[in-house]
């Protein structure tokens, strides 16, 4: 399994970025996927999920900004991040997972977004 996460960098307060995620060696359709958070210090966070069914849910903090999207015919998952803040500045991480599992899933690689005030 291979989750490819891309789309970080550096970006002015207020600004956007995309975030993509292309997976493979697994059923796309059958997982769950969701974007985590980390930065320096800090536990890893949930921010946006993604269900199999399209439903999705956010952090507090990016409620309103942040929009979480999936294609299952590509196998990808994306996160457009709006009206970005200095907060948000942390490695992003795209995670699939079987709504039924104990374990925390697949992680992908992380891609560092920067928002600079």
């Known amino acids: 399994v291979q989750l490819q996460a891309s789309g970080g960098g550096l970006v002015q307060a207020g600004g956007s970025l995309r975030l993509s995620c292309a997976a493979s060696?697994?059923?796309?359709?059958?997982?769950?996927m969701a974007w985590y958070r980390q930065d320096p210090g800090n536990d890893r966070e949930l921010v946006a999920r993604i269900r199999t069914d399209g439903s999705a849910t956010y952090a507090d903090s990016v409620k309103g900004r942040f929009t979480i999207s999936r294609d299952d015919a590509k196998s990808s998952v994306y996160l457009l991040m709006d009206s970005l803040k200095p907060e948000d500045t942390a490695v992003y991480y795209c995670?699939?997972?079987?709504?039924?599992?104990?374990?925390?899933?697949?992680w992908g690689q992380g891609t560092q977004v920067t928002v600079s005030s």
């Open positions: 995670n699939a997972k079987r709504r039924f599992w104990v374990a925390s899933g697949y």
């Open positions: 060696g697994l059923p796309f359709g059958a997982f769950d």
